[in-house]
């Protein structure tokens, strides 16, 4: 299930395509963009250069579902073909979002000439249908940024409310990152209102990929900031004005605590679910798919919501359910090491539960080779409320080992759930508050799963693992 794989690129099988998370045919991908439930599809859009597997003179990628899961490849939405965005190699249709009015889908998207003067525009085009796009005549809809901003101006996310629309857009001061606030009556004429959040000069010089999220109680900033002393994207919950343009903020916090994630974005589908998606990020590393002719892919779909005090969840949406198969549970004895059953393939899902006794080193295994030469660490310390993950023998690829800081169920348990799919890894901890994504890129013959705890006799441990079709 999940999108078709081509397979045959060079003429042979390709070890590292996902089976269910999107992914580019071919060519490369970055950001989702203008994700949007229209007319009964789930639209995901995507940077994308279709010329080679390296980043390129961005186009729109275009991916279409009716379920999360199962995806159709699309006709390239975007195309840079103007003044404003086409250039051999320093221009494009770069990030953008998509909103419904009067029926149609706009796509609002930056479009990018880096010798062009100001070199990054706000634009719009329009579709009836979804699939084909036309770009308005009078673009762009905003030319140049506000006077106290520098001419870095891009990604404008869109959204409507009380018959206003409203969009946020990644800009920055002279070395503080910023998100700036515009408003509109019909999305083609719009007026400035101020600036939403910016750096405290620990935050990053730019913050890219804005995404105004509004919940029951709160709203939440998203941002992308370049340079940040920690985290490479974050939020930023509160409540916005919307006559300042002004967030008050409760909490501040990284989104996602792994090495390959970045350029989030959200939708709100039909059940009124906040749905977003993430680029697994792989800016400062060979990717090994390159050779099969791809590279980049997009998380798992992830369900949001903010509890009282705006801590941002983020949970694996229920669909994902529906590729579970042969399930197997395990109950783990203390002080031992076990082999947990194989997989038929390198996409399968874990839910492990400790409850009890504390423990400092419980150890989970994870595309372990026959030698353990090649292996995946998962190290869980409750004790200290502490998970790492040790990419050190994870096979090709960025290396590197990461940490976060966890907290319990509220009976005191810890749970944690995992998503493999063949050259990634997903986990998420108690009560979905950290996520934590990144790459793997070992052999595709080293499918072995280990369990190993050094816990009292009063610590349980269980284990459910699924196959994932």
């Known amino acids: ?219 939440v900033l998203i941002y992308s900031p370049i340079n940040a002393e920690e985290g490479d994207t974050r939020y930023l919950s509160g409540n916005l004005d919307y006559n300042t343009g002004k967030l008050s903020v409760i909490q501040d916090a990284m989104l996602d605590q792994g090495s390959n994630f970045y350029a989030p974005q959200t939708l709100i589908d039909k059940n009124d679910r906040r749905i977003m998606f993430g680029w697994m990020r792989c800016w400062e590393e060979h990717m090994p798919s390159e050779p099969y002719g791809w590279a980049g892919q997009l998380t798992i779909p992830r369900r949001l919501w903010t509890d009282d005090s705006g801590v941002l969840h983020q949970e694996p949406v229920e669909e994902l359910k529906t590729l579970r198969k042969n399930r197997t549970n395990y109950e783990l004895s203390a002080d031992q090491e076990i082999k947990l059953s194989a997989v038929e393939s390198n996409r399968y899902e874990i839910i492990l539960s400790v409850s009890g006794e504390e423990v400092n080193d419980l150890r989970l295994y994870l595309r372990c080779s026959e030698d353990r030469k090649e292996q995946t660490v998962l190290h869980i310390d409750t004790k200290n409320r502490k998970v790492t993950l040790d990419r050190s023998h994870s096979g090709e690829g960025e290396k590197g080992i990461y940490s976060a800081s966890i907290e319990s169920e509220a009976d005191g348990s810890y749970r944690f759930h995992i998503f493999i799919d063949n050259n990634s890894l997903e986990l998420f901890t108690s009560q979905y508050t950290v996520a934590m994504s990144f790459y793997l890129w070992p052999d595709v013959n080293s499918t072995g799963i280990y369990f190993e705890s050094n816990s009292g006799l009063a610590c349980k441990i269980v284990a459910d693992l699924w196959e994932l079709c």
Not at 28 to 46: A, E, Q, R, S, T
Not at 78 to 105: N, T
């Open 1 to 219: 299930m999940g999108i078709s794989s081509n397979d045959s690129i060079v003429g042979k099988k390709d070890p590292f395509r996902p089976g269910y998370h999107l992914s580019v045919p071919e060519g490369w991908m970055n950001d989702p963009n203008g994700l949007i439930y229209y007319k009964g599809k789930y639209h995901v859009f995507y940077q994308h250069n279709p010329y080679a597997p390296v980043w390129g003179p961005m186009h729109w990628g275009h991916a279409t579902s009716s379920d999360l899961i199962n995806w159709t490849q699309e006709a390239i939405a975007l195309r840079p073909d103007k003044e404003y965005e086409i250039h051999p190699a320093l221009g494009g249709c770069f990030s953008g979002s998509a909103v419904e009015s009067a029926g149609k889908m706009i796509l609002m998207y930056t479009g990018c000439v880096q010798d062009r003067d100001p070199f990054q525009c706000q634009a719009l085009a329009v579709s009836e249908d979804g699939y084909t796009f036309e770009k308005y005549s009078g673009n762009p809809v905003i030319a140049t940024p506000p006077i106290d901003c520098t001419k870095e101006f891009r990604d404008p996310k869109v959204w409507e409310k009380a018959g206003m629309f409203y969009c946020v857009i990644g800009s920055q001061s002279k070395d503080k990152g910023r998100v700036l606030l515009y408003r509109s009556r019909d999305l083609y004429l719009w007026e400035y209102l101020g600036v939403v959040a910016e750096s405290n000069g620990k935050m990053g010089d730019m913050w890219e990929c804005p995404d105004l999220c509004t919940f029951d109680k709160h709203d």
